[in-house]
């Protein structure tokens, strides 16, 4: 849509992040009845996300508004050019964020009659980093920051496999249009209920109903209603109140919930629940124009017309000339006739300059280093961070993982939870757990090995050492490894055990034997 000869999102006034879904109840007070009409309540606000979140998709893939860009003069040529800015941004910031994910041991200050118990810690991460790479847990997480970044929410579903001990759980992405969680509306907010949408075809009556599956901590209910109805809600915006008749109960009413636990999580990286993509939509869509407009300039130009003033042609060139762009005036005046090139170009250097401070500005705000621009530092260690950017990515970077880490723990305490039940893991709680996030593991290794050295020389526990320098993915496991192939005191490196053998040595000196000699 344009207004004023600018482009601007359709529905630009709601994309100030997704509408947190609440209802004015408690979840003891939960009945088939009233989830019934919370569910009335809250589907117009869940349909508004969804709109929003399906519109965010389709700019993330390419459907942006430059396609409705027109042109009053010269409609022929009418360029509409898209740049994959987003695109790029989200994927750069999936990467760079998510990428190499792990759960560690928090480190606390511990005694001797604690290690043993330590030790155990570290096994009992190691296991629950190898039942997370089972269910290929790296690749759901990277899903969900993509998700968040496009659309600001992502919910997760948490399947329980009692029966299988090498992957005792899977966890699933789920398109956030299509299942959402119900909070209260209390100051504390805990989740009430979560909600999976899915249709059910009769296909000899040829009937599709939308099926509604809540969970609550106690219950699931299944409710359905004809998908016309909620189809023509997303089309036409008709909340009537009395079409409640509509929704049924399904049989069973009621199932009990043997985990007694909501399966679905939702994922957000902030509290307004804001994507980068509504960020930057306003600087994608001038980005673009200004490129579409460039590009007509240089086809216009190519195409310039010809003006002859006072010029005499015959008729039967005129049709020939004329659909070539050429214009014909006459003037009052006894001149000269003369043919003229009509051309204008753009400044170039005018519109360069504002199409770099706009794309500057976008990159800054959703914390993506530009990678065009070069620099004059170094391009290792802290002196690559604070060139072109990168600095303030890994600044946005640590708020994201914040948000994300506020998010995981609720995950993180159902999973524990059943691991322990089922004996597949020991007393691992969700504070003995800390979550990593590991970028440039390998940038300036050799400065990072030299890091470690002095740490451990300087009296840190090795295992804080190895955290700090954030080579591994997994130091426990690093650790655990090493310690079985090299001893307990691998740490110390070669030149340390040598010198601990030294001074053991030393410590320990040989017994003198005197020895007379016997004459």
Known sequence: MMKGGVFISQRILNYNGRKKITASTRAEDLTVESIKGILWEVLPLHIMNSQDINYLNDVYRGKQDIYEKEKKYRPDINNQFVEHHLMHCVKFKTGYVFDGVQYVQIVNDVDDKEVEQDNEQMKDISLLNKYFRNTHKQSVTNEVGKQCYIGGVSPIMVTLNPDNKEKPFELTNINPTQAFVVYSSGFKGERLFSVEMYTEKDYVLNVTKLIFKVTTTKNVFKYSIPYELYYGWRKDKNFAQDAITYVVVNDPLEEVNVRKEIPIFEYTLNKERMSIVEVGLDAQNALNKLTSSNIDDLEQYVQSLTVGIDVAIDEDVWDKATSQG??????????????????????YTAVQSTYENIMNRMYTILGVPLLNIGGGGGDTGQARLTDNGWLMADTKAREDEVGFVNSEQYLLDY??????EKD????LRPYDVEIKFNRNKVDNIQSMAQSYSMLVKSGI???IAMEVIGVFGDSNEVWQRSEKFFGKDFYLGEFGLKQKEMETISNNPIEEVEV????
Not at 333 to 345: I, Y
Not at 424 to 427: K, R, S, Y
């Open 415 to 420: 999973i524990l939870r059943y691991l322990r």
């Open 424 to 427: 597949l893991i020991g007393e």
């Open 326 to 347: 050429l214009l014909l005036l006459k003037t009052t005046q006894d001149k000269r006739g003369s043919l003229e090139m009509l051309s204008q170009k753009l400044d």
């Open 516 to 519: 007379r000699e016997e004459i």
């Open 461 to 463: 526990h090795p295992a």
